[in-house]
Nanobody
Framework: QVQLVESGGGLVQAGGSLRLSCAAS????????MCWYRQAPGKQRDLVAG???????NYADSVKGRFTISRDNAKNTVYLQMNSLKPEDTAVYYC?????????WGQGTQVTVSS
């Protein structure tokens, strides 16, 4: 069973930065695609960024140029560096591991950006 544990959320002023981390248990991290999603109150959960096992990345248009996803396979950890934060980035951020047999999710971490 895989467990994903997010950390790094918090309250930040607009224009500030945060780095989210997601630590995965088990031995399948390095062969798994990893993603970050976010869900604002009353809205659906949306994909923010993803990274393949080989390191190819993709981003939602709303965060391109501001957010960077990366991974450290030696630490079983995926990161989301968030710069130039905006109030509309406020949401619960979830870590996701994609497997052919199904996805795993973390418990989420709150990011609040004040104007």
């Amino acid at each position: 069973q895989v467990q994903l544990v997010e950390s790094g959320g918090g309250l930040v002023q607009a224009g500030g930065s945060l780095r989210l981390s997601c630590a995965a248990s088990g031995s399948i991290f390095s062969s798994s695609a990893m993603c970050w999603y976010r869900q604002a109150p009353g809205k659906q959960r949306d994909l923010v960024a993803g990274i393949t096992p080989g390191g190819t990345t993709n981003y939602a248009d709303s965060v391109k140029g501001r957010f960077t996803i990366s991974r450290d396979n030696a630490k079983n950890t995926v990161y989301l560096q968030m710069n130039s934060l905006k109030p509309e980035d406020t949401a619960v951020y979830y870590c996701n591991m994609r497997r052919m047999t199904g996805d795993y999710w973390g418990q989420g971490t709150q990011v609040t950006v004040s104007s």
